[in-house]
């Protein structure tokens, strides 16, 4: 094909929205209570900020002389045997000084669960480093507060001690619990990224980075966030949603972006927003939109799509929502949710309505069905539930629809949809509901695919091509209760969803954040790959059959600048464009996503 007549590469799946739409203890949760108040976000931004105004100080004439009499310096010491050996000693010297520092000060607040052993080691050393002048020994007069921050200042200014104190814990770190864990630094690199263009100060700013990494005439989805009911504080008044969106709307002028409005059904049912940010009526069995902030942004404004977050504390189907997939359904709008376990979610009291599953059920024996029970009790970990891509089943599957809507409080919900009972099919339902499973489930997840090779529905799309793990009703006409138990608890997401782009017409999924990592390439060429090198047994079976849908359903997108505290995006623009034939990448950069933003309105 001419490449003039190529449609735009488009990145599906990016953000630009500023630290100010942030709220300020993302770290609740996953730091303990009281410590998660100093890792608070605007505090954290400003500093770095402060950072970079006294780095930028380095490019200054006078500077540019303070440093070579500096270099200078070091050069001599570094080249003579005598001083250097004498500025090593005194490197290890501060180093171990520092060490002891913050390690007795973790004993001493019991954050650092020491081993006995262990620690009555290290107080001998101790002891016998001051006895010996050899270690730095605190005079009473000194505070122990002065004696922490002095540690704190030449830990952060001088670089060779935090080495040799890096290195020292990493000598007894499998002694010692108080190191972050994964989601911790996880956290703080998303920490950092914000801090990093929160430099950029808007919107348009931050954009501009994006657009500068890709070819001219790119285009780019961009989604927005609100964040105010995740319980993680409140958002500032120069951070609001709707002077988000204020900003985002000017960008949304341009035709290469893409804007997604956010929903959150607790804004819906928020007395102070209500009806102001969305409300409707029903006519000709449509829904039609009244004044309301949803109108002026997806048919005023001409905001592409919406955006979800599940994690923040609510499931896809949740009743105040419906009437909006009832709207986006009829005319054709896609809807982009968030689909992995992340660091952002819900950080409240989890409730006890959410104790179990309001539509799928669990065998419990002598032939009875009971909701499935979640026996998870952390925000981090129970977040899944809210995310797992099996929900949206209640929303495609019109028996589960139905048993949502028959089961619920709203009278207007089952007037929306023509219910009539609980034996009679629904009059209108949302099988065309578009719908992209951000991230494709997530890298976790493609690895469990790879991994199992015992688990039954884990081989259903090497078995079963044309369907993959089957999610309709069984061959007496009846819901599978025990398929959905067990494919909800034990199989990958990635099959999943895999086989849930096959069976809907409008189910699609992007593989944002997740292509930042490589060593998922192949499996991303063999899922999408039609007579290629990549290509395997599935994908074969599907394309020669003519039933191919799945490469037909997957969206390029980065998660810039999300994936930032991975790769620049241009980085893995090149790097997937090079591992992928031309035609396979056009397919999900070009016409994949074309397909996906098509929309009726």
Known sequence: MNQSNKKPITNAHAHVFTHKSVPPFLAKTLVLWPFYYLLHVPTFVRLYKFYEHLNAKKYHTRA???????????????QHFITGLIYRLVILWLGLTCFFIFYHFLISIQILEGDTMLEGELNNLVEFLEANSLLFKRPDWLPYSINLILGLIILLLVKSVQKTVLFLLNQVRKFLHFLPGEK?????????????????????????????????????????????????????????FYKQLEEL??????????????????????KKEGKRFFDYELKNEKITLKESIVKQYLEDEGFAGIKIYPALGYFPFDEDLLPLWKYAADNNIPIMTHGVKGVIYYRGKLL???????????????????????????????????????????????????????????????KIFGYTNSETPLKWNLSNLKVCFAHYGGAEEWKKFLERDRDNYAQQLMSKPESGVWFGLNEHGEIPWGRYENVWKYTDWYSIVSSMMIQYENFYADISYIVSDPDLYPMLGSTIGEGSEYENYFTKT????????????????????????????????????????????????????????????
Not at 583 to 595: G, H, M, Q, T, W
Request: proline share 3%; with cysteine; net charge positive.
């Open 352 to 414: 006890k309505e959410w104790n179990e599953h309001p539509v799928f059920k669990e065998f419990v024996g002598s032939g009875r069905y009971r909701q499935i029970l979640f026996d998870e009790f952390k925000n981090v970990d129970f977040q899944v539930n809210f995310t797992h891509p099996m929900n949206y089943l209640c929303l495609l599957e019109e028996p589960l629809l139905r048993i949502l809507i028959g089961n619920g409080k709203s009278e207007e919900n089952k």
């Open 249 to 270: 709307k000017k960008l949304n002028r341009k035709k290469e972006i893409h804007s997604f409005l956010f929903i959150d059904p607790r804004r819906i049912r928020d």
């Open 184 to 240: 911790t630094k996880t956290l703080f690199r998303r920490y950092v990224k914000m801090a990093k263009f929160a430099l950029y100060g808007s919107q348009s700013n931050i954009y501009s980075r994006l657009k500068r990494q890709y070819p001219l005439g790119s285009h780019f989805i961009l989604l927005s966030m609100d964040m105010k009911y995740m319980q993680a504080g409140s958002i500032a008044k120069h951070g609001t």
């Open 542 to 601: 599907l394309t020669y059959s003519n039933k191919n849908k799945l490469r037909q359903k997957v969206l390029f997108g980065s998660d810039f600048y999300v994936v930032r505290s991975q790769k620049a995006d241009k980085d893995i623009f090149i790097e997937l464009k090079s591992f992928l034939s031309e035609k396979d990448f056009d397919l999900i950069a070009r016409e994949n996503p074309y397909k996906y933003l098509n929309k009726n309105i």
């Open 64 to 78: 540019k002389r303070i440093k070579r009499i500096i270099v200078r310096i070091k050069r001599f010491i570094h």
